[in-house]
T-cell receptor, first 115, second 111 residues
Framework: ELKVEQNPLFLSMQEGKNYTIYCNYS?????LYWYRQDPGKSLESLFV?????AVKQEGRLMASLDTKARLSTLHITAAVHDLSATYFC???????????????FGKGTHLIIQP | EPEVTQTPSHQVTQMGQEVILRCVPI?????FYWYRQILGQKVEFLVS????????KSEIFDDQFSVERPDGSNFTLKIRSTKLEDSAMYFC?????????FGQGTRLTVV
């Protein structure tokens, strides 16, 4: 059974600080996703990481993937209040069928950035 | 970002009643998913549906649930005899290549 663990589950930080969210998964996968969710809203796709060593950056967010360690990180640089949200990592590969398989999600990291 | 449309946005139903949630995936897509998110918890995979058949399903997707494609563009998730614990956000998702785009969700409240 594929397990996806995120930590921390809750993070309160000040604007301007840097921090990293970690996502570990238990079995081999070649697809890792990061999503953002605002309260009561849907999931917004942030990054899709498809290979070992993949690094993607968008604004103040940077995601990386180490498939050998089964670890992905989401790094926040100089945080701003607008980044407050819940961030989920999700791993593909548990359910076969081709294309974008059913994803297994972590529990999410509830991020609060205070002015 | 590609658009996946869900209706209704919110539905309240009495325990024991049947509900039907609807999704219009990205145009002409044959492959889509349903996920569930109980309030404050993680997103859980329910089922994937490809070309009018269930492709994969999780242990959550028991006989209470069914998926259909009643016409060429809409997909439905039916929950028979709803229980209180079925209260959740239900998302459909439509893939492009290896990426899954989620609809806005239907908030189901069972009372």
């Amino acid at each position: 059974e594929l397990k996806v663990e995120q930590n921390p589950l809750f993070l309160s930080m000040q604007e301007g600080k840097n921090y990293t969210i970690y996502c570990n998964y238990s079995t081999t996968s070649d697809r890792l996703y990061w999503y953002r969710q605002d309260p009561g809203k849907s999931l917004e796709s942030l990054f899709v990481l498809l290979s070992n060593g993949a690094v993607k950056q968008e604004g103040r967010l940077m995601a990386s993937l180490d498939t050998k360690a089964r670890l992905s990180t989401l790094h926040i640089t100089a945080a701003v209040h607008d980044l407050s949200a819940t961030y989920f990592c999700a791993v593909g590969g548990m359910y076969s069928g081709g294309g974008a398989d059913g994803l297994t999600f972590g529990k999410g990291t509830h991020l609060i950035i205070q002015p | 970002e590609p658009e996946v449309t869900q209706t209704p946005s919110h539905q309240v139903t009495q325990m024991g009643q049947e509900v039907i949630l609807r999704c219009v995936p990205i145009s002409n897509h044959l492959y889509f998913y349903w996920y569930r998110q109980i309030l404050g918890q993680k997103v859980e995979f329910l089922v994937s549906f490809y070309n009018n058949e269930i492709s994969e399903k999780s242990e959550i997707f028991d006989d209470q649930f069914s998926v259909e494609r009643p016409d060429g563009s809409n997909f439905t998730l039916k929950i028979r005899s709803t229980k209180l614990e079925d209260s959740a956000m239900y998302f459909c998702a439509s893939p492009i290549n290896t990426e899954a785009f989620f609809g806005q969700g239907t908030r189901l409240t069972v009372v």
